[in-house]
């Protein structure tokens, strides 16, 4: 498995990344670690005239918090996530997501920008920053712009990305100390993409749920923000009635495709049970 | 014949610094094998799954299959022919994998004792369940693991005792 022919671009800065973008269009692609692209181009299903490199740009690396938001840097590594202090302190959901996404290698070089930027429906960081209410900073020609990845996702592949624009960081504000979190994968194997999954993060205060966001992966087109189930378990006290309306509130919003992974009413029903599982986890890790 | 431009790539491997041009689509594991003849690292599955290609880049373990080589310019690069000892004998994963029975058909080995070897760089005392986490992108068709498993807890012992330690690195 041979990738068609390219012209290997290595920028030093984003500037100059956007730049080349600039000038070949459509025919040019970022590559960040590689670990999407670099399998569809050996498929020839992706074939840039153009390959540019954003592994020398010393500036799409790190991790860091001012002012109540954690900004995450595009070409960090899920393997730099995982060893992160200071997401194992304030966002441990992160590294528990991280851990879950294929194998050791793959984490060496995979990034949370190209994670997030891809649109693929499998991966596990949208549906996380979603939940966590992140956004991403695209950097085009006329400077940055940010995109909740709320409104990020368009369809499997489409996203709000231009062709010319890269996606340079994530913003995600700092949860509350004391909050619940939990994401649940459901996988054939270690390694693979999610049958379904969910991510919960919520805080609680005298066993009442004081506020909650759910999200939900590989069972659309996009992930999917669950935002009615949300909010009927917003000021709940986690009861069974509630969680199951809840439940059924995120369930009615999938559409999954029948595939390797299962028919599409299994996965619907997986989501709603990964659901259930993290919220319940998720009450248990939050200070009451 | 293609206009696009070879491109310089210079990798240390194993401690030698070597230079090929080579178009930029050459994946890192076709230049290992075809451009400096270090056929250790296995091509098998191509699809990032199986790690029979796994080689350690700059103190990280990665698929050579899916990594171009331009990617890797500049790297440090060790592969299964860079992991005896240097007075040629076994390391101690090799030898964990000789005594504890750790292949069969040998064909995962490579990339299993290359992932294994930056595993315990990075977490020199395991448990069994961080072991089996570890090189879980690493497929193995004989073994069922177990002594896979076996193999790299004895290394783990043995570099664990003072008087080797030094030999392993």
Not at chain 1, 29 to 55: C, F, N, Q, T, Y
Not at chain 1, 146 to 153: H, I, L, M, S
Not at chain 1, 179 to 205: C, F, I, N, P, Q
Not at chain 1, 274 to 286: D, F, I, P
Request: aromatic content about 4%; hydrophobic content about 40%.
């Amino acid at each position: 498995m041979i990738p068609g022919e390219f012209t290997y671009h290595r920028p030093s800065s984003v500037a100059e990344a956007v730049a080349i973008l600039v000038s070949h269009g459509d025919e040019a692609r970022p590559l960040s670690g590689g670990h999407s692209l670099i399998p569809m181009m050996k498929l020839r299903m992706a074939a840039p005239e153009h390959l540019v490199d954003l592994g020398g740009i010393a500036d799409l690396k790190g991790i860091s918090e001012d002012g109540g938001t954690i900004t995450i840097r595009a070409m960090t590594t899920q393997h730099e996530l995982i060893e992160s202090d200071l997401l194992s302190e304030k966002l441990p959901i992160v590294r528990e997501t991280s851990l879950l996404i294929a194998d050791p290698q793959i984490r060496y070089l995979g990034t949370l920008g190209g994670n997030v930027a891809n649109g693929d429906p499998g991966n596990d960081m949208p549906a996380l920053m979603q939940c966590l209410n992140a956004s991403y900073v695209l950097t085009g020609p006329d400077g940055n712009r940010e995109v909740a990845a709320r409104d990020f996702y368009e369809a499997a592949y489409f996203t709000a990305l231009a062709p010319e624009e890269i996606l340079t960081a994530v913003k995600i504000p700092t949860p509350p100390a004391g909050h619940g979190w939990a994401y649940e994968k459901l996988k054939r194997k270690v390694g693979d993409y999610a049958t379904a999954a969910a991510a919960v993060m919520l805080s609680m205060s005298g066993g009442t749920v004081t506020s909650c966001s759910v999200a939900l992966t590989n069972v659309a087109d996009t992930p999917l923000y669950a935002a009615d189930a949300g909010d009927i378990l917003n000021g709940s006290t986690l009861d069974e009635a509630t969680v199951a309306r809840a439940v059924a509130a995120a369930e009615a919003i999938t559409d999954p495709a029948s595939d390797g992974r299962g028919p599409a009413e299994y996965r619907t029903k997986m989501a709603g049970i990964m659901m259930q599982r993290a919220l319940a986890r998720a009450a248990e890790r939050a200070s009451a | 014949m293609s206009d696009i431009e070879q491109i310089p790539v210079t990798l240390t491997v194993n401690g030698k610094k070597v230079q090929r041009f080579v178009e930029p689509r050459t994946l890192l594991i076709h230049f290992l094998r075809e451009e400096l003849n270090i056929t250790g690292p296995h091509i098998g599955c191509e699809t990032s799954h199986c790690g029979a290609c796994t080689v350690e880049m700059n103190g990280m373990s990665v698929k050579s299959c899916t990594v171009f080589a331009a990617q890797a310019n500049g790297a440090e690069m060790t592969t299964i022919e860079g992991m005896a000892n240097p007075d040629g004998t076994l390391s101690a994963l090799q030898e964990g994998f000789r005594q504890m029975h750790g292949l069969q058909c040998g064909f995962c080995t490579p990339g299993m004792i290359t992932r294994a070897h930056t595993l315990l760089k990075e977490n020199p005392n395991p448990s069994e369940e961080e072991i089996r986490m570890g090189i879980a992108g690493n497929l193995c068709r004989c073994t069922g693991y177990q002594n896979i498993v076996k193999a790299i807890q004895y290394a783990a012992e043995q570099l664990n005792q003072p008087e080797t330690q030094e030999a392993a690195e």
